[in-house]
């Protein structure tokens, strides 16, 4: 009974890496620049159990599209076709706005991580209403990270063809209302 389920669980495991390497990206995953951010981002704070640094540190990290990840890296993105001129402007636009973000995050996770250590590692410490400003600055600082975001959206949006942009929907969204 052991060994059958060994077997199913290998074959399983079988099937789906043999999906995932059957499944239709543009590009490969770019290893490099996670592990990049990973180490500009440094660890992650006591609290936080997993960072995507600099995603995490946007205004609005899980309602607007990654349009560089769907358009290049997403398992069904060569259904788009792109160019070869199209996926160098969509690179150009990745390497243009990235740089920006993550010297953005980067400040704010820092500005977090000492308001944290600050209200988390002492008793007596700072009222709230002195870490105002902080908050104020950081919520700041957030909004320019996602007007950033928003920038990258419009220009990989404009490198795309409408029809192109329709196909990126169809396999992208995930939730439709």
């Known amino acids: 009974m052991k060994n059958i389920k060994t077997t199913l669980a290998i074959l399983s495991c079988s099937i789906m890496l043999s999906s995932n390497i059957l499944a239709d990206a543009t590009l490969p995953p770019p290893i ?5 951010m990973e180490k500009l981002a440094g660890p992650a704070g006591p609290f936080t ?12 990290p899980k309602n607007l599209p990654y349009l560089v990840g769907m358009t290049l890296y997403d398992n ?4 788009l076709n792109l160019s070869k001129e199209q996926i160098e402007a969509i690179l150009k636009i990745k390497d243009e706005l990235m740089a920006k973000a993550a010297k953005k995050a980067l400040v704010i996770k820092n500005l977090e991580l000492e308001m ?7 008793l007596n410490s700072k009222k709230a209403t002195e870490l105002y400003p902080a908050v104020d600055e950081i919520a700041k600082l957030r909004a320019e990270l996602t ?3 928003l920038d990258c959206i419009e220009k990989v949006k404009a490198v795309l063809t409408p029809e192109q942009f329709e196909e990126m929907l169809d396999y992208g969204v995930i939730n439709m209302f």
């Open 32 to 36: 490099q620049d996670v592990v990049k």
């Open 49 to 60: 159990t997993k960072e995507n640094f600099p995603k995490d540190y946007f205004l609005m």
């Open 76 to 79: 069904s993105s060569a259904k």
């Open 116 to 122: 944290m250590k600050e209200v988390s590692f002492k």
């Open 147 to 149: 007007k950033i975001h």
